[in-house]
């Protein structure tokens, strides 16, 4: 099955293993990885809702406002 993987965040899928910015996932097994992939990380606007989401866009926010700020 593949993905969109409309999360900015996401970094890889492989070896049974979600990693991100924020996280690294390991699913109990294929069916609920494929599941949290296609209600998270993949879904074209629930991913938005992910709390690791939210925290890396603020992260970003501060960073670059910081940085901003600085010129
Ligand atoms: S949706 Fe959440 S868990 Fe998935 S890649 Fe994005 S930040 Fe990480």
Sequence with gaps: MSYSF???YLEDTNHGVIRCE?????????ESRAEFLTECC???TKYKECVFY???DDYYKRKY???????
Excluded: L, N, Y
Excluded at 22 to 30: M, N
Excluded at 65 to 71: D, G, L, N
């Design 54 to 56: 939210k925290i890396m």
């Design 22 to 30: 924020f996280a690294r996932i390991t699913p109990p097994d294929k």
């Design 6 to 8: 409309d999360c900015p």
């Design 42 to 44: 993949g879904h074209p």
């Design 65 to 71: 406002s910081t940085e901003v700020a600085k010129w």
